[in-house]
């Protein structure tokens, strides 16, 4: 059974078995991406990115409230100075307009 060969399947951690109700739709989609995963393991893994997501939103908001919002040409200075510094550890040159 479709179930039973999930519950089978060690994951790190502990766990709990719990109820979800998705679309029917979005049951499917995640099905048929999830493969040998499994769909719990699939939805696991995605609610542990929003939840990283979140957590990153959060630090921000309390940086900026802080320190005042982010500025944007800043963030691209920095950003092209990290690319250009790991092109260079690796003998390349780093784009101008990669991101």
Request: glycine content about 6%; hydrophobic content about 35%; proline content about 5%.
């Amino acid at each position: 059974m479709y179930y039973t060969s999930l519950m089978d399947t060690p994951r790190p951690g502990r766990t709990r078995v719990t109820s979800v109700s998705l679309r029917a739709e979005t049951l499917e989609a995640i099905r048929a991406r999830a493969g040998r995963q499994g769909v719990s393991s699939y939805i696991e893994e995605a609610v542990q990115r929003q939840l990283q997501r979140e957590a990153i939103d959060e630090y921000i908001a309390t940086a900026e409230a802080e320190h005042g919002p982010v500025n944007p040409a800043e963030v691209s200075e920095k950003a092209e100075r990290i690319r250009a510094h790991h092109a260079a550890h690796r003998g390349e040159s780093a784009p101008a307009d990669a991101a």
